[in-house]
């Protein structure tokens, strides 16, 4: 068992389920599937503690009834949630609108802004996984960096992100820079950085070094839902990372989650890998 850190969100996500894809200026009929526990928190934290790890969670919440239910909710789940801070704004639902093909689109408020405090004593902990807009996360990694394993994912915004392990999207990618990918990584994670990760959906992942490139393909998967498939494939990398294993087998691992993820209709990684896991 490894200790995990996750700086991440924890949400109440509320699911529209609509009749058809969606059309700019167009009408059309929902099917509301209630709320259900979200976020990179929950969606990353659930399989790493299936996987038999301890997790705890960096993030905050109100002091509303959605807020108790939210932590009620992750820590019947098996998340550690004693290091999550509470406010006095009230905790918003995140709207998933949800269309027959499996693809959402996902619609929230601003969030309030979050600051961390003094980081935490890193040699305690096997690994960071920084996914968060958190003020201070820069700070937290730069600590971390010598102490424990950091893996990160790109910010939608050109924050630096120092860590080992950084994590983006092809479409994430798209026309944000001219450089090189692992120029642009080295941009944006530091000279720490290992490896750079880009996932593109059914397409596979390649992982980018300084002269190197590793593919791994996707795997095959009827599609139901993709909330989370991002958290999924980071949450199996983790686990193959912390179990030594060569970053072609720990995306392996994390192609494999993922499949697991879009099979099941939540945001959260579903009974089918709790099952595969024990």
Known sequence: MSNILLLANLNCDRVLQLDKPLVMGG?????????RLGGGGANTGLGLVWAGHHVALVSQVGRDE??????????LQGLDCHLLQRNDVATPELLLIMTPDGERTIIRPQRPIFELGVPPAFAKW?????N???V????????AL?????I?????????????ILISSKSDMAGRTLLSAWEYGQKIAGNQLRYFIITDGDNGATAYTAHEQFYIPAL????????????????GLINGLLHNAFITEAMKQGAQWASFAVSTQSSIPGKALKDYLE
């Open 27 to 35: 009408r059309h009929h929902y099917q509301d599937s209630g709320r």
């Open 132 to 134: 968060s807009s958190a």
């Open 66 to 75: 959605t807020a108790d239910w939210l932590l009620a909710e992750a820590s």
């Open 152 to 164: 990160a994912q790109l910010a939608k915004d050109e924050r630096v992100r120092p860590c080992h």
């Open 220 to 235: 095959k998967a009827d599609v139901v839902d993709t909330t989370g498939a991002g958290d999924a494939f980071a949450s």
């Open 126 to 130: 096997d690994a960071l996984y920084i």
């Open 136 to 143: 201070g996360a820069e700070r937290w990694a730069e600590v």
């Open 146 to 150: 010598n102490e424990t394993l950091v």
